[in-house]
């Protein structure tokens, strides 16, 4: 047993095909943790999910690769 992990990537479909155990999708390929199309607040929100969705995703036990996603909230119109 080894130490678990969490990948937070946009390339999720080669993650998951390399057999990376915990997976959270990540926004874009440029910056997969963040959001820099949000205003400053909104894009902090948005790290803090990823971060909590990692967390979550440590804690959670699989057998297999699991992709775990993270909502980006659009602002309403």
Same mark, same amino acid.
């Given at each position: 047993? +080894?130490?678990?992990? %969490? *990948?937070?990537?946009?390339?999720?479909?080669?993650?998951?095909? %390399? +057999?990376?155990?915990?997976?959270?999708? +990540?926004?874009?390929?440029?910056?997969?943790? +963040?959001? $820099?199309?949000?205003?400053?607040?909104?894009?902090? !929100?948005?790290?803090?999910?990823? *971060?909590?969705?990692? %967390? !979550?995703?440590?804690?959670? $036990?699989?057998? @297999?690769?699991?992709?775990?996603? %993270?909502? *980006? !909230?659009? !602002? @309403?119109?």
């Amino acid at each position: 047993m +080894g130490i678990s992990a %969490v *990948l937070i990537t946009a390339f999720t479909s080669i993650a998951l095909s %390399v +057999g990376a155990n915990r997976v959270i999708a +990540g926004n874009q390929f440029t910056s997969p943790a +963040g959001a $820099p199309e949000l205003p400053a607040d909104r894009e902090k !929100e948005f790290q803090k999910q990823m *971060l909590l969705k990692a %967390v !979550e995703a440590l804690q959670t $036990p699989v057998e @297999e690769p699991t992709l775990f996603h %993270v909502r *980006l !909230e659009k !602002e @309403e119109r």
